[in-house]
């Protein structure tokens, strides 16, 4: 049974930051492409940052480009979530998700991973922004 339990959630002021990880159990980590998806009350889940399996192809919505940094270390089976100058926007329930196969390419990886519809999922982590 595959896991991913994230961490590093919480309150911040607006401008602040936050860091989360997700580690991943029971996965061929270094073969999956990992992120983050986000979901806030009332609205729809959305995708926000993905790292493909060889880390050198990253997605950020547009949203977030410039503020959030997404990285992995394959070694310790974790993926990282840097976000800088937080908005109250950003209030959500933040998910890891790992794609569930490894595809020929980076884009590959990346667009069936945003899709969603191909992914192990964490439990999430708040992350509130007043």
């Known amino acids: 049974q595959v896991q991913l339990v994230e961490s590093g959630g919480g309150s911040v002021q607006t401008g602040g930051s936050l860091a989360l990880s997700c580690v991943a159990a029971?996965?061929?980590?270094?073969?999956?492409?990992m992120g983050w998806f986000r979901q806030a009350p009332g609205k729809e889940r959305e995708a926000v940052a993905a790292?493909?399996?060889?880390?050198?192809?990253?997605y950020y919505a547009d949203f977030v480009k410039g503020r959030f940094t997404i990285s992995r270390d394959n070694a310790k089976n974790t993926v990282y979530l840097q976000m800088n100058n937080l908005k109250a926007e950003d209030t959500a329930i933040y998910y890891c998700?790992?794609?569930?196969?490894?595809?020929?390419?980076?884009?590959?990886?990346?667009?069936?991973?945003?899709?969603?519809?191909?992914?192990?999922w964490g439990q999430g982590t708040q992350v509130t922004v007043s």
């Open positions: 029971k996965l061929t980590y270094s073969s999956n492409c």
């Open positions: 790292i493909a399996s060889a880390a050198t192809t990253t």
């Open positions: 998700a790992a794609g569930r196969r490894p595809y020929a390419t980076a884009s590959q990886e990346l667009s069936i991973w945003r899709e969603g519809l191909d992914n192990y």
